[in-house]
């Protein structure tokens, strides 16, 4: 198909039998035929390509004013002579189209939607009401998110943050049973946060802090507690406080299988 006002470009290769390509007789001619015209349109001579030959090219413009027609068939032929012998071939049939607004972006034009035979106010028409559904699905769809938005930022607005990052918590049940968190709060006073200091051996823990201050100055106030390492190599790992001297903070226990690290952590309970 060639849209109204294109230029269109002819172009032929001439050959002689057992030679290949050669320079014709006279410069090739070519005609353009309209559907079941006898007598062609358009007709013109053709130029030998500079450096190539055989290869002839030529161009005319697909107009109103040179008689083509939009919607009608045209049948292109060139005729070339070798030797004193005439050639001819059709090297296109094409149909034309309706001008582009814009070169290289054909003109539509959408006639059929489902089968049925559509007017141009049938499909602006089609066209509106997609729109108008989809705005209107948008902004419901934007209202719920709205809507789902504020509840969670009620919820989240609730929360307090004593320290950066980290949400203050208040536990209502464990495993469904209040009973369970009034047990959990009871012993919680008990459990101690340690802070190993250096120097400590297999079977004696040296005491930075407890609890993020300075360990207990009393002898024997640990003994019996147990020990349960948090961090480093020891992670996991529990020994008994077998006695405590509170000059040096230095806790005699059961042998660990290595000597816990300087500030490496636990809990003592």
């Not at 002689?16 to 006279?26: E, H, L, R």
């Not at 943050?161 to 209040?178: E, H, L, M, Y």
């Amino acid at each position: 198909m060639i849209p109204l006002d294109e230029v269109k470009l002819v172009g032929v290769c001439v050959n002689a039998p057992g030679v290949g390509a050669v320079t014709a007789d006279s410069a090739p001619t070519y005609k353009v035929f309209e559907e079941t015209t006898d007598t062609e349109i358009l007709s013109g001579s053709m130029t030998e390509r500079t450096g190539e030959t055989g290869k002839y090219r030529a161009q005319y413009t697909v107009s109103a004013a040179n008689g083509f027609e939009v919607g009608k068939f045209y049948q292109e032929t060139v005729e070339a002579i070798v030797d004193a012998v005439t050639y001819i071939k059709t090297t296109t049939v094409f149909r034309v189209v309706a001008a582009e607004a814009v070169a290289g972006f054909p003109k539509g034009d959408a006639q059929y939607v489902g089968g049925t035979t559509q007017t141009g106010g049938d499909l602006a028409t089609l066209i509106t009401a997609v729109d108008d559904f989809v705005d209107t699905e948008v902004a419901a769809t934007l209202a719920a998110v709205d809507t789902e938005m504020a509840a969670v930022k009620a919820k989240t607005d609730q929360l307090t943050f004593t320290v950066a990052n980290k949400v203050d918590g208040n536990v209502g049940a464990v495993n469904g049973s209040t009973t369970g968190v009034d047990k959990l709060s009871a012993h919680l006073p008990s459990v101690l946060i340690l802070v190993v200091g250096s120097g400590s051996t297999t079977t004696a823990v040296k005491f930075s802090t407890v609890n993020g201050a300075g360990p207990s100055a009393v002898d024997d106030f640990y003994n019996g507690a147990v020990i349960v390492f948090t961090s480093g190599a020891l992670a996991g790992q529990r020994t008994s406080i077998t006695d405590y001297v509170g000059s040096t903070t230095t806790a005699t226990v059961v042998a660990t299988t290595s000597a816990p690290a300087n500030a490496v952590t636990g809990v003592i309970v």
